[in-house]
């Protein structure tokens, strides 16, 4: 039987540029949703499905992110590692590579939320013969998209509908032998997924679900009012 798994890497460094005008005193993992930092959320989905071992790779401000560690009651055991201030995402997750161990792990973002089942995440991830499994979602389109036919005339307007594509969302499950593809100075997103698709050891977990990014002033005042509402998808996962 497989053992569980119970520990999570949460990338916590960068900068947040589109956030910096709005909020330019913390760093982005720290941005503020119903009275709690986006970290904290992103925790809580995480230790509602069992997790109680985060390692958080700190880089811009991270004696902030420390400070709210030290003065917070957080479910689990929480690892604060300085990854470097300009360390890219691949980086970080290598810089950890001790802290993990040899056991199956996941990965995310600080700054993303989604309704996702962990646990099927992980049944799938397990099903394959992957090094690593990557969460796919279809964004809300930012803008409404007009329908038009053959004579450029316009049968109709679709308010904000779904991407047809599928982007990466984050929430991974990675085995140990990622960190073969990583090096301090890779972008997570970059050469090291493409290598793993290129060798066939790269799935992805199809979620059709809740899911946003916390990318701009915009999306943090959406969230909120998710959260004010009463409606807080990501809190039901």
Same mark, same amino acid.
């Given at each position: 039987?497989?053992?569980?798994?119970?520990?999570?890497? #949460?990338?916590?460094?960068?900068? =947040? +540029?589109? *956030?910096?005008?709005? @909020?330019?005193?913390?760093?982005?993992? $720290?941005?503020?949703?119903?009275?709690?930092?986006?970290?904290?959320?992103?925790?809580?989905?995480?230790?509602?499905?069992?997790?109680?071992?985060?390692?958080?790779?700190?880089?811009?401000?991270?004696?902030? #992110?420390?400070?709210?560690?030290? =003065? +917070?009651? *957080?479910?689990?055991? @929480?690892?604060?590692?300085?990854?470097? $201030?300009?360390?890219?995402?691949?980086?970080?997750?290598?810089?950890?590579?001790?802290?993990?161990?040899?056991?199956?792990?996941?990965?995310?973002?600080?700054?993303?939320?989604?309704?996702?089942?962990?646990?099927?995440?992980?049944?799938?991830?397990?099903?394959?013969?992957?090094?690593?499994?990557?969460?796919?979602?279809?964004? $809300?389109?930012?803008?409404?998209?007009?329908?038009?036919?053959?004579?450029?005339?316009?049968?109709?307007?679709?308010?904000?509908?779904?991407?047809?594509?599928?982007?990466?969302?984050?929430?991974?499950?990675?085995?140990?032998?990622?960190?073969?593809?990583?090096?301090?100075?890779?972008?997570?997103?970059?050469?090291?997924?493409?290598?793993?698709?290129?060798?066939?050891?790269?799935?992805?977990?199809?979620?059709?679900?809740?899911?946003?990014?916390?990318?701009?002033?915009?999306?943090?005042?959406?969230?909120?009012?998710?959260?004010?509402?009463?409606?807080?998808?990501?809190?039901?996962?």
């Amino acid at each position: 039987m497989a053992e569980p798994v119970d520990t999570v890497v #949460i990338l916590c460094g960068g900068r =947040g +540029t589109r *956030l910096q005008e709005d @909020v330019p005193a913390i760093p982005k993992p $720290l941005v503020d949703i119903g009275g709690r930092p986006i970290l904290w959320h992103v925790m809580e989905i995480y230790a509602r499905h069992g997790f109680r071992r985060f390692v958080l790779c700190l880089g811009y401000k991270g004696e902030l #992110i420390e400070d709210f560690v030290a =003065g +917070t009651e *957080l479910a689990g055991e @929480v690892l604060c590692v300085d990854t470097g $201030l300009d360390t890219p995402t691949g980086g970080r997750v290598k810089r950890v590579a001790e802290h993990v161990g040899e056991q199956t792990f996941c990965t995310t973002y600080a700054d993303g939320v989604a309704d996702i089942d962990l646990d099927e995440l992980i049944e799938v991830h397990r099903r394959h013969d992957a090094l690593a499994t990557m969460t796919v979602v279809r964004p $809300l389109l930012q803008f409404g998209v007009t329908e038009l036919d053959g004579d450029n005339r316009v049968l109709g307007f679709h308010e904000k509908p779904r991407s047809e594509r599928w982007i990466n969302g984050g929430f991974f499950c990675f085995e140990p032998g990622v960190f073969d593809y990583l090096s301090d100075s890779s972008v997570l997103e970059r050469e090291p997924l493409e290598g793993l698709a290129a060798d066939g050891r790269l799935r992805a977990y199809r979620h059709t679900g809740f899911w946003e990014c916390l990318d701009t002033y915009k999306d943090a005042l959406q969230l909120n009012d998710l959260w004010e509402r009463g409606d807080a998808p990501w809190m039901r996962s």
